[in-house]
Nanobody, 125 residues
Framework: HVQLVESGGGSVQTGGSLRLSCSAS????????LGWVRQPPGKEREVVAA????????YYADSVKGRFTISQDIAKNMVYLQMDSLKPEDTAMYYC???????????????????WGQGTQVTVS
């Protein structure tokens, strides 16, 4: 069993920054990925960032590369998403998600994530 709880969303002006936090508890193991997935209004879900639990290797969608940074603190059971240089197109509901399988498939495939948080809204204007 896994529980994921996001926080830190809000409204920010173009060019501003936000830091999202995810409390990740339960059966999370060394071969799992934790990701941040967003869904803009009227659009499909997109994995914007992911991190491999064991070694901390990170992955980013082209849309956020160079602006967003994912990190984790395993001792505190936390995953973070630092978002800088925000744009209006970053407006979305952001979810923390856990991938437990999928083999060598890309961590940026949203269909492979098994557990999801409730989401936190980010609005950029």
């Amino acid at each position: 069993h896994v529980q994921l709880v996001e926080s830190g969303g809000g409204s920010v002006q173009t060019g501003g920054s936000l830091r999202l936090s995810c409390s990740a508890s339960g059966n999370i193991y060394h071969h799992h990925y934790l990701g941040w997935v967003r869904q803009p209004p009227g659009k499909e879900r997109e994995v914007v960032a992911a991190i491999f639990r064991a070694g901390g290797i990170t992955y980013y969608a082209d849309s956020v590369k160079g602006r967003f940074t994912i990190s984790q603190d395993i001792a505190k059971n936390m995953v973070y998403l630092q978002m800088d240089s925000l744009k209006p197109e970053d407006t979305a509901m952001y979810y923390c998600a856990l991938r437990t399988g999928g083999g060598s498939s890309s961590p940026l495939m949203s269909s492979l994530y098994d557990y999801w948080g409730q989401g936190t809204q980010v609005t950029v204007s």
